[in-house]
């Protein structure tokens, strides 16, 4: 075997403590690149956002343009460090305005099983409470009327979420009563997760970033709700 030489540009890494300050001006950054807000509600700005997306349509033969609907999205930016983006802005003035003046509620009661099966110190974490959505179209939601048979789970209770940054590591924690996950969730175990079940209705499902690419975390926002339209 005859050895081939190789060459390379050189690189040059850059490592930045993560402080407030950074984060504050990261996101002052991103948000200088917003136009004009198109109204104010409790005395912030808000700027709209609309993309278009499919409206998921069976497929036709010979058809390739599919029907699309406009997507929305309001942004605010209620203290320098937080950003927040909500799909409606009757959603959005509601969020400001428990910001404003505090909520008479906990939109996530702390009684929630979810709160132990999170590390709310990893570098990234979220949970999500399944409520019954009625009518409204999400498939990213188990307990959906209208999904699928491999989606459907009547008793799933939530999800949570947790990134470890300094190893790769994506950790989903999926609850339910049904005894057993959804398929459409076992179809990502193979392949993509390690999974076991540390408790009775909770599943543990890992996967390491740098060997599987970025899919299991996209995948892991999805059981959050984001990212999935139909």
Do not use: C
Request: aromatic content about 8%; cysteine-free; charged content about 25%.
């Amino acid at each position: 075997m005859t050895p081939v030489p190789l060459t390379s540009n050189t690189i040059q890494f850059q490592v930045i403590t993560v402080t407030s300050e950074w984060q504050a001006e990261q996101l002052a950054r991103a948000v200088s690149l917003l136009d004009n807000p198109v109204s104010s509600v409790e005395k912030q700005s808000l700027w709209r956002r609309t993309a278009k997306i499919d409206v998921n349509e069976p497929l036709k033969a010979g058809v390739r343009d599919r029907s699309q609907r406009e997507d929305e999205t309001w942004l605010a930016l209620p203290r320098p460090d937080l950003l927040v983006a909500t799909s409606s802005r009757d959603f959005q003035i509601e969020i400001l305005g428990r910001i404003a003046r505090g909520p008479s509620t906990r939109a996530l009661p702390s009684s929630l099983p979810e709160w132990a099966q999170v590390d709310r110190k990893a570098s990234f974490w979220g949970l999500r409470h399944y409520s019954d959505p009625e009518a409204r179209h999400d498939n990213s939601n188990p307990r959906a009327k209208d999904s699928e048979a491999a989606q459907s789970d009547a008793k799933a209770l939530g999800a949570t979420v947790q990134f470890d940054m300094d190893n790769n590591i994506v950790e989903v924690r999926y609850l339910s009563g049904s005894g057993h996950l959804p398929r459409f969730i076992e179809s990502m175990v193979e392949h993509e997760f390690q999974v076991d079940q540390p408790q009775a209705d909770i599943w543990r499902l890992k996967s390491n970033l740098r060997n599987r690419g970025d899919f299991p975390f996209h995948f892991a926002a999805y059981l959050l709700g984001f990212g999935g339209y139909r």
